[in-house]
C-alpha cells in the first residue's frame, strides 16, 4: 500500500532504538526523510546506517537532549519544514508512588508531557499553512489501564493525551491530525530490562518472569516493533486524514475493557 508520503519530512523523537527506531523505519520505507534522535551518538549512527541500508532513504541522526530548548532547536532544524512528528520520549523507572519527589515529577512531566506539546507548538502552524500534518504522540497502555509503580508515567501521558485532545479537533479542517499509539508489552530492549529487574527482585531466573508476563497477554506472545512501526506509519498516511484525537491501543488483548 502507497501511504503517500514520499518526499515528506519526518521528525522521530528518542528513536535510535525500540519502537522509536521501528516508526523511523517505516516511515523511511515509505519514502520519507527521516530525522532520528537519541542521547548516545554512537548508537545514533548505528541506527541511521542500517535504516539507509534497508531503506535506500535519506536518514539524518540528531544527537540531542529532548528536554533542553538547545535539543528541540537541533532537532526541528534538521529539516527545512516538518511534516511529520512521531512524539516518544524514555518514561520515569519503576517506583513506589512515596518515592517520587518533587523533582522527579518536575523530570516525568517534562519529558512525557510538556517537551512533546513544547514541539507540537513549534511545528503545528507550520502543517496548517501546508494542509499536511500528522502528529503522532507514543504514550502507554498505562494510559488506559495504570499499573502501580508507574504511576508518574501514567499521569503524564494522560495529561498529554487530555491536553491535545481539544487541539487535534481545532487543525484537522487543515489536513493536520493527531493521534496517540499506546504499546503494551513489545519485546524491546526496556520491557527486557523491566523482566531483569523483576527476576532479581523475586530471586528467580529471568525466563519465568518473561514466561508469566506473555502467558498473561490473550495473544499468548509479546509485540514486535515491526507491528508498532507499521501502524504509527499508517496513522502518518494521506489516507488516515480522517482519524484525528485517538488513542490507539496495540496490547495484545491485555486490556480486558471496550473502551
Known amino acids: 500500500m502507497d501511504l ?8 522521530v523523537c528518542a528513536s535510535s532504538q525500540g519502537l522509536g527506531r521501528a516508526c523511523a523505519l517505516e516511515l523511511a520505507r515509505a519514502g520519507c526523510r527521516v530525522v532520528i534522535n537519541g542521547r548516545d551518538a554512537a548508537a545514533l549512527e ?49 517506583r513506589d508512588f512515596r518515592q517520587v519527589d518533587q523533582a522527579a515529577m518536575v523530570a516525568g512531566l517534562t519529558a512525557n508531557m510538556i517537551t512533546p506539546i513544547t514541539l507540537l507548538q513549534r511545528v503545528i502552524d507550520g502543517m496548517v499553512e501546508r494542509r499536511f500534518g500528522r502528529i503522532v504522540n507514543i504514550t502507554s497502555s498505562s494510559v488506559k489501564m495504570p499499573l502501580p509503580g508507574l504511576d508518574l508515567s501514567s ?9 491535545l485532545a481539544g487541539v487535534a479537533r481545532s487543525v484537522v479542517h487543515a489536513n493536520v491530525t493527531i493521534n496517540f499509539l499506546l504499546p503494551g508489552a513489545f519485546d524491546t530492549r526496556r520491557l527486557q530490562s523491566g523482566q531483569e529487574a523483576a527476576a532479581r527482585q523475586q ?3 529471568v525466563g519465568v518472569v518473561r514466561a508469566q508476563r506473555r502467558d498473561a497477554i490473550p495473544a499468548k506472545r509479546f509485540g514486535e516493533p515491526s507491528e508498532f512501526g507499521a501502524a504509527c506509519a499508517f496513522l502518518c498516511s494521506a489516507q488516515a486524514g480522517y482519524i484525528t484525537g485517538q488513542s490507539l491501543l496495540i496490547d495484545g488483548g491485555a486490556y480486558p475493557g471496550i473502551l
Open 4 to 11: 503517500g508520503l514520499s518526499g515528506r519530512n519526518a521528525v
Open 46 to 94: 548505528a541506527a541511521a546506517a542500517e535504516i539507509r541500508a534497508e531503506t535506500g532513504a535519506e536518514v539524518i541522526p540528531v544527537a540531542a537532549d529532548l528536554d533542553t530548548p538547545e535539543g528541540q532547536q537541533a532537532l526541528l532544524a534538521a529539516v527545512p519544514q516538518v511534516d511529520i512528528l512521531v512524539n516518544n520520549n524514555g518514561g520515569p523507572p519503576f
Open 155 to 163: 499521569g503524564a501521558r494522560a495529561g498529554l493525551t487530555g491536553f
Open 203 to 205: 530471586g528467580v531466573d
